[in-house]
């Protein structure tokens, strides 16, 4: 507004100090209709240009409000890429997890699986232990019910052979006692170093199964730890009667003559044993 103006008052004053000079000269001179009309043609030039500048004016400030939308459009245009590609970085961290992820999950199902497949080994393994603790301790009984018999056999060819005869079968009995008392010693202590190795393995296995087996199996482990105590309780109480008995051996190679008294006794008391024993193994 301010250029118009100014413009314009140029103009007046271009028409004070140009033009009407030239009118009152005209006018005295008596050609005022010869130049009326360049003067018209002029002053009409003047007011176009006004026109063309005040156009001119609006159009610059069109294009300056234009170009400062472009430029806040820009702007946003800028702050939406570099949101876009703080996103798309976004988007490849989350897909590296997610792969990072799922690789760990598929290794864990295979440990997953190898390590259930080790809990059947070694509960197979255990349950193999107990089956071979539960024969080796019948094995243990019969051998001592055969031990028992021997002893027996002994004790009543000892009272009822006469004489010279009495002796020679004394001796014989003796030496087949012998023979048998080794084999019987030579089955027992093999008995034994099974029973230990199995213990050892037992309990390498237990250890191992416990820290693979599944909480919520807690009850029939406890069930399976009584039933195997119990197994074990057993094959003392047949290594004790077999331990007794060697007693009773010694006690009989030593002393001949006491060997009928301690035989009665030790007779009742491996009859006692064999039937706690056999009730024992009946119930497992």
Request: aromatic share 2%.
């Amino acid at each position: 507004i301010s250029t118009k103006h100014t413009n314009f008052g140029r103009a007046w004053a271009w028409w004070l100090t140009s033009i009407i000079p030239a009118l009152w000269e005209a006018e005295a001179g008596g050609s005022l209709e010869v130049r009326t009309s360049p003067l018209q043609g002029l002053f009409l030039q003047m007011i176009e240009s006004n026109d063309i500048s005040e156009e001119t004016i609006r159009t610059k400030e069109t294009v300056e409000g234009l170009q400062d939308k472009l430029n806040k459009r820009d702007k946003e245009v800028t702050a939406l890429t570099s949101q876009m590609e703080m996103l798309r970085a976004q988007v490849s961290a989350l897909e590296s997890k997610c792969k990072s992820g799922e690789k760990k999950v598929d290794a864990l199902l295979k440990e997953k699986r190898r390590l259930e497949a080790e809990l059947e080994t070694v509960s197979r393994k255990t349950h193999d232990a107990s089956g071979q603790l539960v024969l080796i301790s019948q094995e243990l009984l019969r051998k001592e019910r055969s031990l028992n018999e021997l002893r027996v056999l002994l004790l009543e060819a000892n009272r009822h052979s006469p004489g010279p005869e009495r002796d020679l079968s004394r001796e014989v009995h003796k030496a087949e006692w012998r023979i048998k008392e080794q084999k019987l010693k030579d089955d027992i202590r093999g008995l034994r170093e099974k029973l230990t190795g199995l213990d050892k393995e037992k309990s390498l296995s237990d250890q191992r199964r416990y820290s693979l087996i599944d909480p919520s199996s807690a009850p029939e482990l406890l069930r399976l730890q009584h039933q195997l105590m119990s197994t074990e309780d057993a094959l003392r109480d047949a290594l004790d009667q077999a331990q007794q008995v060697e007693k009773l051996m010694e006690a009989m190679r030593s002393c001949p003559d006491k060997a009928q008294i301690i035989g009665n006794s030790g007779s009742a008391n491996g009859i006692h044993q064999q039937d706690k024993a056999q009730k024992q193994e009946d119930k497992h």
